[in-house]
């Protein structure tokens, strides 16, 4: 497979400026290369970058330099953006965003206004939501569901119009961890089932557990890649950022910060420290 068929996303030096008088680097030098059929998390501290980026992917905003390429569309070259939104990218919010005197069906044929006929309308929302496990409450409005029904109706939504990619900013940040969980477990199946990449922003890291790869941010520019592994995998890594864990692969030995620890076993503790520490 060539690089033009690989690659769903391809960004090139992105830099985003903001401000007319002291300037606001939002985006500084960013390069993005996501796969189709990704799960994508990106994460990083309030500032750094990350909802900007989701913006200029989403043809919401325009960087002040560098080239974005979208299911290998020129994105400088496309001159109605928001057909390209309706064709080709779906938008997952923290709120809901839904019409609160629409019922859920009626806000998922929204989006397929104009495009397809109002009977194939009707046929394809309620297709959306027996896909996310809704279609007894088709007739319900969005004040007569759960918060994480709400948002299973938000990425049914999004789907209406079979986008190849789906931007997703904070998607659980207003439902419990039990609702955000069961929402990623949704996104994870409709990842596979369709084959629709997600990118999703978050400042959750059980969140970006979920995905398959994790990008980090911060002030602007990507810090960091990690390819998400098994949960102690996952624990290690973070461990490993740790004084604890600092102290173990620089070579502490014996009792460290209160614990009694063999050499035998410390030196696996280090060596597992050492493999995810570098996989991070």
Known sequence: MDDAKEWLIEANDLVRVYGDGEEIRALDGVDLRVKHGELLAIMGPSGSGKSTLLNVLGALDKPTRGSVF????????????????ANTV?????????????????????PMAGRLSARESRARAEELLGLVGLADRRDHLPNQLSGGQRQRVAVARALANNPPLILADEPTGNLDSAAGHDLMQLIRELNLSQGVTFVIVTHDLAVARETSRILVMEDGKMVREDVVGSPLEEDLKVWAHTELGRQIVSGAEGKIEGFDVSDEQLEEIRSLLLQTGESS
Do not use: S, W, Y
């Open 90 to 110: 779906g938008f997952i919010f923290q709120l809901h965003n839904l019409l609160p005197t629409l019922t859920a069906l009626e806000n998922l044929e929204v």
């Open 70 to 85: 979208i299911n290998g569309q020129d994105m400088a070259k496309i001159e109605n953006k928001a057909a390209f939104r």
